[in-house]
């Protein structure tokens, strides 16, 4: 797995700060056939950034207003060590529809966006078998469902278990830049993704 970072021309980049559009110019730049099942995830950290975590190395010149890119192998973590994270994502959950008319099938469950007051407790779900969260905080980026950019320090618990979130990513939109778990030990936090 590669983890890429593309510099970018915000200048030369029009259209590209919607999602859906930066999702199809991501796709494009790693694997032209856009059914294959290749794993692809990415995340614009800034108007000037963004990142990209793939099974290859994207042929990042075909990304649209791209200048430079720095590709490395996917971090790895050993247990107990404290790192930094970073997710930009949209906090979901499933909630009972609501009741059907007399007469129509149940409508079961249906996914929502979860208020900040439950984002916590999502976050300890979604990453509990990997890390041990110890700090976190989010900012509203907007759209629907709202994306929110969360960062914070954790304590690796399981290796393996972190790898694999990192490559399958976590909550709503993961095609269209949000689900990409970014992972740095402490000491280097200072760096910039």
Do not use: C, N
């Not at 110019?25 to 990209?52: E, F, G, H, Q």
């Not at 791209?66 to 790192?83: D, K, N, W």
């Not at 906090?91 to 469950?109: I, M």
């Amino acid at each position: 797995m590669y983890l890429s970072r593309v510099k970018l021309d915000p200048k030369r980049s029009a259209g590209m700060e919607q999602w859906a559009v930066m999702g199809r110019a991501v796709r494009r730049a790693l694997d032209p056939d856009p059914d294959s099942d290749a794993r692809v995830l990415w995340t614009r950290t800034s108007p000037t950034t963004l990142v990209i975590s793939s099974d290859t190395a994207p042929a990042w010149g075909k990304i649209p207003g791209a200048v430079s890119a720095a590709i490395l192998p996917m971090p790895r973590h050993p247990e107990g060590e404290t790192i930094r994270w970073e997710l930009v994502t949209a906090p979901t959950g499933q909630r009972e529809a609501e009741p059907a008319a007399e007469g129509q099938r149940p409508r079961g469950k249906k996914k929502t966006a979860l208020p900040e007051s439950e984002f916590e407790g999502w976050l300890d779900t979604k990453l509990a078998e990997a890390v041990h969260i110890t700090s976190a905080k989010w900012k509203r980026l907007g759209g629907r469902p709202a994306r929110y950019h969360f960062i914070g320090e954790a304590v690796v618990q399981d290796s393996e278990a972190l790898q694999e979130i990192s490559l399958r990513g976590i909550g709503a939109g993961t095609a269209t830049g949000a689900g990409l778990l970014l992972t740095s030990p402490l000491d280097d936090a200072a760096e910039e993704w």
